[in-house]
């Protein structure tokens, strides 16, 4: 293992998981093959995230599924996935030799079928799940979940009574009050929240002059989303206890280190992975060690909120 990767420093615990570093693959970003996990891995990734699995096998939507902008990357995928019992061979393959937590993101169209997904992900050794509430486009999950807090309480509590591993909840930020959103997760008994997941957007071509996106309407991601995520983040940590896990936009370590200070114990990583590659997690980490020695911060941990002191 490489030096930094032992660093006491960097080491962050997150609702039961033990991390080398703050960084984690964001959901979505690769496909779910344990090869590509693994190359995430040897990039530095204090710990990675599957892309989100259901209870059923899912095509998705037609291409174009992803539109380039000025700004960042609009997609609309449509959950594709192999269904859990096809992808719990891929957890198992994962699993085997792998030094950092798997943590499996998962949707339903209900409360039981996000409790059946999970209870499948951990008998297959997922470390925690991630809850995907906050897909800005599939019917009747993602985002439908999110955005009502009643809904959201009883996903939450199922997966919960299902699982006895962590139960990670990755909120939407197409909400008027994400506070209260996280707030009913946390009651209901999220064991840590991921803030934040794409914002609703399109983009419409001059020539066809019609909708990019075969879906019409995407979730935006990248640098355009930071600001929005860091507000989320911010906001939620004056309000909820748990670990908060920073989501959008981050693309160098000053970015990472933004989310640590605005309330984040840790950070993921998505849009840049696509276009920078596995290394951006050791760029990254790399970075906030030289930053923390700098300013003098014995561990990362100390920065964690460090912006909210009056
Ligand atoms: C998809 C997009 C998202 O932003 C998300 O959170 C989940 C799924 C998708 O299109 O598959």
């Known amino acids: 293992m490489k030096k930094y990767l032992k660093n006491r420093r960097l080491s962050v615990s997150l609702a039961d998981l033990r991390l080398a570093n ?53 997609n609309a995928m449509g959950l594709p996935n192999p269904g859990i019992d096809e992808f719990v061979k891929e957890i198992r393959e994962a699993k085997t030799g792998l030094n950092v937590p798997l943590i499996v993101s998962i949707y339903g169209f209900s409360a039981e079928e996000y409790a059946t997904v999970a209870r499948k992900a951990v ?21 439908e979940v999110g955005q009502n807090p009643k809904i959201l309480a009883e996903v939450v509590g199922k997966v919960k009574a299902a699982v006895d591993k962590p139960v990670i909840v990755k909120l939407s930020p197409n909400v008027t009050s ?30 066809t002059t019609m909708p990019i996106l075969s879906n019409k309407i995407g979730g935006l991601s990248g640098p355009a989303i930071k600001p929005i995520a860091v507000r989320c983040v911010y906001e939620i940590y004056e309000h909820v206890k748990v670990p908060i896990i920073g989501c959008g936009g981050i693309v160098n370590w000053r970015d990472a280190v ?31 060690n030289v930053y923390l020695k700098r300013k003098g911060f014995e561990s990362v941990n100390k920065i964690v909120g460090l912006s909210h002191r009056s």
């Open 178 to 207: 994400i506070v209260e959103i996280a707030e009913a997760a946390v009651k209901a008994g999220a064991d840590a929240i991921t803030a934040i997941n794409t914002v609703k957007a399109m983009a419409i071509d001059t020539e």
């Open 123 to 143: 008998d297959a050794g997922a470390d925690a799940v991630e809850l995907n509430v906050s897909c800005p486009h599939v019917r009747e999950t993602g985002s």
């Open 258 to 288: 933004e989310f640590l200070l605005a309330g984040a114990s840790a950070v993921q990583i998505g849009t840049a992975v696509a276009q920078k590659g596995p290394n951006v997690f050791r760029a990254v980490t790399r970075g906030i």
């Open 22 to 74: 703050p960084t984690i693959l964001a959901s979505g970003i690769l496909g779910y093959s344990a090869e590509t996990l693994k190359s995430i891995v040897e990039g530095g990734a204090g710990a990675v995230l599957t892309k989100s699995v259901g209870l059923k096998p899912r095509v998705g939507y037609a291409n174009p599924t992803i539109a380039q902008t000025s700004c960042g990357l609009i």
